[in-house]
Nanobody, 122 residues
Framework: VQLQASGGGLVQAGGSLRLSCAASGRTPSRYAMGWFRQAPGKEREFVAAINWSGGVLYSTDSVKGRTTISRDGAKNTVYLQMNFLKPEDTAVYSC????????????????WGQGTLVTVSS
């Protein structure tokens, strides 16, 4: 499975962004997709994930309530809608895939896309 993330950029605090992760290769619909982020000097952290049947899981930390993950099966694409962005959301956001079910541990994911940088200015 190959993953291509896009949609990052510079946005002012309070703004919104929608990240996309396009999957291709062997039966991408059978894979759970997760979004992770890594800020400078910090460890990679879980943001949200969606499993192959559409079940979703969000981080219990600050992103919950401001973030929506969804997938378009026809396009083999997973989206991460982020609203009311804060400067502390600034990070490189990466998508990842693992077979069937999601996990919050990035080490459980098999495939990774390149990151997309989100910068939130105050």
């Amino acid at each position: 499975v190959q993953l291509q993330a896009s949609g990052g950029g510079l946005v002012q605090a309070g703004g919104s962004l929608r990240l996309s992760c396009a999957a291709s290769g062997r039966t991408p619909s059978r894979y759970a997709m997760g979004w992770f982020r890594q800020a400078p000097g910090k460890e990679r952290e879980f943001v949200a994930a969606i499993n192959w049947s559409g079940g979703v899981l969000y981080s219990t930390d600050s992103v919950k309530g401001r973030t929506t993950i969804s997938r378009d099966g026809a396009k083999n694409t997973v989206y991460l809608q982020m609203n009311f962005l804060k400067p502390e959301d600034t990070a490189v956001y990466s998508c990842a895939a693992r077979y069937l079910t999601y996990d919050t541990n990035p080490n459980q994911y098999t495939y990774w896309g390149q990151g997309t940088l989100v910068t939130v200015s105050s």
